[in-house]
C-alpha cells in the first residue's frame, strides 16, 4: 500500500513557475516509477510526466517539454514536478501516482490533487 500527499500548487500568472511535491508513505518507495497526471475541468485526466524508480529514466507530455521538470529524491520518499513557463492551459487538478512498472498508463496508487491555475 501506497499512500500520497500532493502540496504545492496555487495560483499564478502566465509565465510564472510552480513546484509541486509529492510525499510518499511506504519503505519501498524506490520500486516504483512516478508519475504526475493532470485533468482539467470539463477533460480527462492526461500524462503529464513520468520518472523512472532510480530516477534514471524520465517521459514527459509533448505539451510541457522543455517547461516541466519531474525529478525525485528516494531518501525523503518524495517526488517532484517544477513547472516554469506555465500557460492558462496549464490550469488543472495535478494528481501524483505511483506505478510498480515504468509506463504512461497510470498505477494503481493516486494522490487527492493539488489545483493549479494560471491566470492570462
Known amino acids: 500500500q501506497v499512500q500520497l500527499v500532493e502540496s504545492g500548487g496555487g495560483l499564478v500568472q502566465a509565465g510564472g513557475s510552480l513546484r509541486l511535491s509529492c510525499a510518499a508513505s511506504?519503505?519501498?518507495?524506490?520500486?516504483?516509477?512516478m508519475g504526475w497526471f493532470r485533468q482539467a475541468p470539463g477533460k480527462e485526466r492526461e500524462f503529464v510526466a513520468l520518472?523512472?524508480?532510480?530516477?534514471?529514466?524520465?517521459n514527459y507530455a509533448d505539451s510541457v517539454k522543455g517547461r516541466f521538470t519531474i525529478s525525485r529524491d528516494n531518501a525523503k520518499n518524495t517526488v517532484y514536478l517544477q513547472m516554469n513557463s506555465l500557460k492558462p492551459e496549464d490550469t488543472a487538478v495535478y494528481y501524483c501516482?505511483?506505478?510498480?512498472?515504468?509506463?504512461?498508463?497510470?498505477?494503481?496508487?493516486w494522490g487527492q490533487g493539488t489545483q493549479v491555475t494560471v491566470s492570462s
Open positions: 501516482n505511483a506505478n510498480r512498472r515504468l509506463a504512461v498508463r497510470p498505477g494503481e496508487y
Open positions: 511506504g519503505r519501498t518507495f524506490g520500486n516504483y516509477a
Open positions: 520518472i523512472s524508480g532510480s530516477g534514471g529514466s524520465t
